[in-house]
């Protein structure tokens, strides 16, 4: 079982990183003819793309690996045959990356959910901005350790001020609220937690970095549509006012260097880009032929599986185990994994019977 759970993730951090490097490298060539918001959606549904494809893969191999149950009979005194030492190494491996990760997953958290109780517990200042906000259900709040504005929560959306806003805060706060109404932080904190669960990925920091990038330009997209040239001027203004160089502990919270801020600005007062649909198409059929032959290598590629019933006869004094390891010859492989015991039954004359099953995985 654990073992394949570890394939599993193993499979699923390969996939994600092979699917990321293709939209990057496809997003970057029609980066042109397709408008910021169809890049922000390609690049938010990448997870769940990963996810999908590793499923589908374990779909098809399990229907096709699995045979019936079948029981053998063997000694208590036989020796059966324990995991090798360099499993050992590669289990304790798997335990520590999943400890960093553990760690810093609490870590963020932590912090996350101490800022945001201590921002509820602060100003709240919706009412102020009831003309912009009109029925959303979004709360404003003034916090003293705000830099920038910026919105967080999932279920209860906020957007936060800092103590000395200025009435130019207008054009901000609708940013905010598009970034509220779009969803986008629950979707920039979900990359965070991937980059906090895949701490040692390199491309893990690369999609969020550019999803980040991408939100904004997505969010400056749909807040400017519809304003004049000047109006843009101004929007730009206030964005460059409130938005300091430092990042936050909400994954929603603006973050800028000098580079993507010029971009940016670039962006707000150039022609919106009109989106190809020719482009979508191509990135979409690359994307899913690449999909496919992910699941196609994946499946083939997981460990063959049998699952397996075998039964151990102990004397009344020997002590049951809860779980054996086992090995087997079969159809000129070798399968092994752990059973676990799962019943037991008095044969009399001193000896007890004890079941066990589990699933064996095809090794060397």
């Known amino acids: 079982?654990?073992?394949?759970?570890?394939?599993?993730?193993?499979?699923?951090?390969i996939s994600f990183s092979i699917i990321v490097s293709i939209v990057e490298v496809l997003l970057?060539?029609?980066?042109?003819?397709?408008?910021?918001?169809?890049?922000?959606?390609?690049?938010?549904?990448?997870?769940?793309?990963?996810?999908?494809?590793?499923?589908?893969?374990?779909?098809?191999?399990?229907t096709t690996n699995l045979e019936a149950k079948r029981t053998v009979f063997i000694s208590g005194t036989e020796s059966l045959k324990r995991n090798s030492f360099t499993q050992g190494i590669s289990s304790g491996m798997c335990y520590i990356c999943l400890a960093i990760s553990s760690v810093l997953l609490l870590q963020y958290l932590f912090r996350?959910?101490?800022?945001?109780y201590e921002i509820t517990k602060g100003e709240q200042i919706t009412v102020r901005f009831s003309d912009v906000l009109g029925d959303r259900k979004i709360s404003v709040y003034s916090w003293k350790k705000a830099k920038?504005?910026?919105?967080?929560g999932i279920f209860k959306k906020s957007i936060v001020l800092p103590e000395n806003y200025s009435d130019g805060i207008y054009y901000a706060v609708k940013h905010e609220i598009s970034h509220?109404?779009?969803?986008?932080?629950l979707t920039i904190l979900v990359a965070k937690l991937i980059t906090l669960v895949m701490w040692f990925n390199p491309l893990a920091y690369v999609y969020y970095q550019q999803l980040r990038i991408s939100c904004e330009y997505a969010c400056d997209e749909r807040v400017t549509k519809a304003l004049s040239f000047e109006d843009?001027?101004?929007?730009?203004?206030?964005i460059l006012a409130s938005t300091p160089r430092t990042n936050s502990v909400f994954a929603g919270a603006a973050f800028a260097t000098?580079?993507?801020?010029?971009?940016?600005?670039?962006?707000?007062?150039?022609k919106q880009r009109v989106t190809s649909r020719k482009s979508i198409a191509i990135v979409i059929g690359i994307v899913a032929i690449m999909i496919v032959c992910i699941a196609v290598v994946v499946?083939?590629?997981?460990?063959?599986?049998?699952?397996?019933?075998?039964k151990i006869d102990y004397s009344s004094e020997q002590e049951v185990q809860e779980a054996v390891d086992y090995e087997e010859y079969i159809d000129g492989k070798w399968f092994r994994g752990e059973l676990h015991f799962d019943s037991i039954s008095d044969l009399g004359y001193g000896v007890k019977s004890a079941g066990y099953s589990g699933i064996l995985y095809e090794g060397e």
């Not at 996350?112 to 945001?116: D, E, G, V």
């Open 1 to 13: 079982m654990m073992k394949g759970i570890v394939f599993g993730c193993i499979v699923l951090i």
């Open 28 to 62: 970057l060539v029609f980066r042109n003819s397709i408008s910021f918001n169809i890049q922000y959606v390609f690049r938010r549904m990448i997870p769940f793309v990963s996810l999908a494809t590793v499923i589908v893969a374990a779909i098809v191999s399990k």
């Open 112 to 116: 996350y959910l101490a800022s945001a």
């Open 148 to 152: 920038t504005p910026f919105c967080f």
């Open 180 to 185: 509220c109404d779009n969803y986008d932080p």
């Open 232 to 238: 843009k001027k101004e929007y730009v203004s206030v």
């Open 258 to 270: 000098e580079k993507t801020l010029k971009s940016r600005f670039k962006n707000v007062l150039s």
């Open 299 to 310: 499946a083939d590629i997981i460990p063959e599986r049998r699952t397996k019933s075998v």
